[in-house]
């Protein structure tokens, strides 16, 4: 994912920053918005100890939180300003007086390196095609004519960037001006992301294996060991109406519907049809695809990396804050 180098990656959290800053990383995003009162020891020894550790603002508080804890020595911050370009979810505005006011403080202040521009377009998560290309071209054009306004003002943005694995995905031509793109869930790929036209079904790169617990024919269904607990029912709001796999495909078996999680317990009903118990005795091993596999991936203590049915290592992945 980073070309063979250990630079240039974006971390959500600061557990996950030094995770990878003591693994050798450097030139690291912390995307998430900036205040003062997050500034602490840790943020501090990230920023002194990596060449490139970078915070992101989006309002001038936190820009003014930033200019207010200068480094020791000669270590300056690196900043990025969060751009909103319609997604609506942080960010500065685009075109706001407040996204011209955080870039003069960064670039006035002695103790800041400004670095650039940093968008999130969360608002590309839609399945229609136009719709998409437009939300791409219009998050495109409002951070150009940013860039423009701020370099008209003396301001150099030397990297800016947006990304959103649905984008990253299906670019579009004009995504070319930009100097980097940052998705994330495409590692993994899952439900939500053939919903909306980012990958096939032998795209997903991540299963959770559960077994038949119980069989319930008088209410109709197949119980699993695997509920929300476990695979997260984040995005599937309104399954019944919008899901026709229900909470999470079955691998393999589309004649099967996840109708309904408790906490460790999965419901499985048949999709359409009765389900063939016999087909399903107890003990019987099933695979299911993540609707949203960022949130499955952060509830799971292991991952096994697999080739066929060879296990060929075992990952623990960095959890926490
Ligand atoms: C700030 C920021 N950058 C990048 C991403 C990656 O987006 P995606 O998972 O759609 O690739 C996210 C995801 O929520 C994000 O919040």
Known sequence: ????????????????AEFYADGGFDDIIFASPMVKERISKRVISLATRLEAFHV??????????????????????????EV????????????????????RKAAAAEHVRFQGLYNHC??????????????????????????????ADGIPVPRFGCGSTPSCSRPINNMGVLTEFHPGNYIFYDYMQVLVGSCSMDDIAMKIVTTVISHKP???????????????QDGCERPKDTLPLGYTPIVDHPELRMRAMTQEIGKIEGNGEAIDYSKFPLGTRLYLYPHHSCATAGLQPKYYVHSGDKILDIWIPNRGW
Request: charged letters at 25%; hydrophobic letters at 35%; aromatic letters at 6%.
């Open 1 to 16: 994912m980073t070309a063979g180098t250990k630079r240039k990656i974006v971390v959500s959290t600061i557990a996950e």
């Open 122 to 151: 969360g608002n590309t998560y839609v399945p229609d095609k136009d719709q998409k290309s437009q939300i791409q071209l219009t998050t495109v054009d409002r951070l150009v004519e940013l860039k423009k306004r701020l370099e």
């Open 84 to 103: 909103d370009c319609g997604y609506g979810r942080t960010g500065c505005v685009w075109d706001s007086d407040d996204a011209l006011m955080i870039c």
């Open 56 to 81: 992101m603002v989006d309002s001038v508080v936190g820009m003014q939180g930033v200019i207010d804890t200068p480094l020791d020595g000669d270590k300056k911050w690196n900043v990025f300003m």
């Open 218 to 232: 008088e209410v109709g269904t197949l119980v699993v060991d695997c509920g929300w607990n476990c695979i997260s």
